[in-house]
């Protein structure tokens, strides 16, 4: 049973930075593609970014440009870097492996993010 556990979440001012991370127990992340997701409340939870086995990224439209996924397979960890941070980045931010038919590891508690001023 891979446990996920995310951490890094915090509060910030607009225009500040954070860099999330997201581990779990075993060697495990190292044969999926990773992706961090995001949850704002009364919201769907959505995918912001994604990592490949090989390095290569895809972001959403509202991060791109400011967020930057990477990943550590001999650490097993998948960090998020994230930039210029806007009041609409407030959210619960979780990670897992992509879905696969629909199959995805039991979800972390996540880590909160919120930016006000």
């Known amino acids: 049973q891979v446990q996920l556990v995310e951490s890094g979440g915090g509060s910030v001012q607009p225009g500040g930075s954070l860099r999330l991370s997201c581990g779990a127990s075993?060697?495990?992340?190292?044969?999926?593609?990773m992706n961090w997701y995001r949850q704002a409340p009364g919201k769907r939870r959505d995918v912001v970014a994604s990592?490949?086995?090989?390095?290569?990224?895809v972001y959403a439209a509202s991060v791109k440009g400011r967020f930057t996924i990477s990943r550590d397979d001999a650490k097993n960890t998948v960090s998020l870097q994230m930039n210029s941070l806007k009041p609409e980045d407030t959210a619960v931010y979780y990670c897992?492996?992509?879905?696969?038919?629909?199959?995805?590891?039991?979800w972390g508690q996540g880590t909160q993010v919120t930016v006000s001023s």
């Open positions: 075993g060697s495990v992340f190292k044969t999926y593609v």
């Open positions: 990592i490949t086995q090989s390095g290569s990224t």
């Open positions: 897992n492996r992509a879905s696969d038919s629909g199959i995805q590891w039991n």
